[in-house]
């Protein structure tokens, strides 16, 4: 068994690989593959027998927001292997493989989403995400004129960008979006359900959501610094989100989002639904006073602390 990064002109049987493992659509990889403006061959971590593909992992690189500070992160996906080379340990030595190829480009962080006991024995650790839930009602403000994101508009995704930026950077474990085909490319395909409030022609804030019979989920949220406030934030999201439900021909809807966004609005009830995985890579690189990641990823300084318990959020935008 040979275990390497892949090599370009083999990418055509690494999407057959994925695809073959994960039984979903060969486009979606494309997808994940083509969109992404920091793609990295050598991220993508093979073992190969006999010219065969029998197990890959693929580290997604990017950067995420820290006590307000960018850090370099590898996120883990398209973790798969062939069902006839399972529990032979491929995927535990090409997890090893991926953390030698983060340590060597001074990837400060690891994360992944998932909680299977393989990626806990290599040393990430399971760190809760929490979420409010709450039924609202569809309703129109008339404060806001809400419409499409125009995803075809330098000028506009250049101001979404700033948007984004001067938001999420409040949280931990948001990804940074610094480069304007990530916009134009990921996130357009990743996030077809998005629109933007403005008010006397400024866009205040946007938001994308992804629609079940059971319930509305709010994928990212993103409002501009004059709508911090509690008031002012929860006026915004309540447009944004009443719009949406009307939109999908719906009276009322459950609607769920990330609970650090909910804290300051009083959610009703708010509870840890799921979880992230995460594991350092180089401790160098993290802010040099932490007991724990949970301690590191939940908190924030106390300027921007604003009485919230939690402030780990990720967008479900940048899932991989």
């Not at 004129?145 to 950077?169: C, N, T």
């Not at 990921?186 to 992804?210: F, L, M």
Request: without cysteine.
């Amino acid at each position: 068994m040979e275990f390497r990064a892949l090599q370009p002109r083999e990418m055509n049987a690494w999407y057959d690989h994925v695809t073959s493992v994960f039984r979903g659509s060969r486009q979606y990889f494309m997808n994940h593959w083509e969109n992404d403006p920091w793609q990295d061959v050598e991220g993508i971590r093979v073992a190969v027998e006999n010219g065969k593909f029998t197990s890959t992992v693929r580290v997604f690189i990017r950067q995420m927001y820290l006590n307000g500070e960018k850090v370099a992160v590898g996120g883990i996906g398209e973790v798969s292997t062939l069902p006839e080379y399972r529990r032979l340990g491929l995927a535990t030595r090409l997890l090893q493989d991926a953390i030698r190829f983060m340590e060597e480009r001074e990837i400060a962080i690891s994360s992944l989403h998932g909680g299977q006991r393989i990626y806990s024995v290599e040393g990430w650790e399971r760190i809760p995400r929490y979420f409010a839930r709450e039924r609202m009602p569809a309703k129109s403000d008339d404060t806001f004129h809400i419409r499409p994101i125009d995803f075809q508009s330098p000028k506009e995704l250049e101001q979404l960008a700033a948007l984004y930026d001067g938001y999420s950077r409040r949280f931990n474990g948001t990804f940074v979006r610094d480069h304007s085909r990530y916009w134009q490319d990921w996130v357009r395909t990743e996030s077809p359900q998005a629109w933007v409030a403005e008010q006397d022609g400024e866009i205040k804030g946007y938001a994308s959501i992804g629609n079940t019979e059971e319930r509305l989920f709010v994928k990212e949220f993103v409002a501009s610094e004059d709508m911090f406030t509690r008031a002012r934030g929860k006026r915004i999201f309540d447009a944004l989100i009443g719009w949406a439900i009307t939109h999908i021909g719906r009276d009322a809807h459950e609607v769920m989002f990330p609970a650090p966004v909910a804290d300051g609005f009083n959610a009703k009830t708010v509870e840890q639904y799921g979880s992230a995985m995460y594991r350092i890579i180089n401790r160098s690189q993290l802010p040099e006073h932490f007991k724990s990641l949970p301690n590191l990823l939940h908190r924030q300084p106390e300027t921007w602390d604003g009485g919230i318990a939690s402030h780990h959020v990720f967008w479900n935008t940048d899932g991989f």
